[in-house]
């Protein structure tokens, strides 16, 4: 199995609960195909630059997940034609163990 990064960019009309019940959707969804969800953290509202599909705005979610890499396609076509989903990218994970994640607070680089 691998490792991956997954970042959703939900539509904020479609989903409730700031997409709590979306992300408990997928980590099922992942465990089923025999996967496992690393971490999964809610990045919360953000504005685009430029409109995307007639949205200023949108919510974020980032997953680290592994699993097999036949089933990474099925992600991708899954999710292409769910309305929830604005944008989707999946890459692989590849952060070396003693870097911080990007999504470190502020409060702890501090100590």
Known sequence: MKKYEAVFILDMRKVEDEGKAFSEEFAQMIQSWGGS????NAMGRKQFAREIRKRKAGIYWNYIF???PAKCKDIREKFRLDER???LLIINFERPEQVRSTLATT???GE
């Open 107 to 109: 409060t702890e680089i």
């Open 37 to 40: 969800v690393v971490e999964s």
């Open 66 to 68: 592994e699993l097999d």
């Open 85 to 87: 989903v604005i944008r």
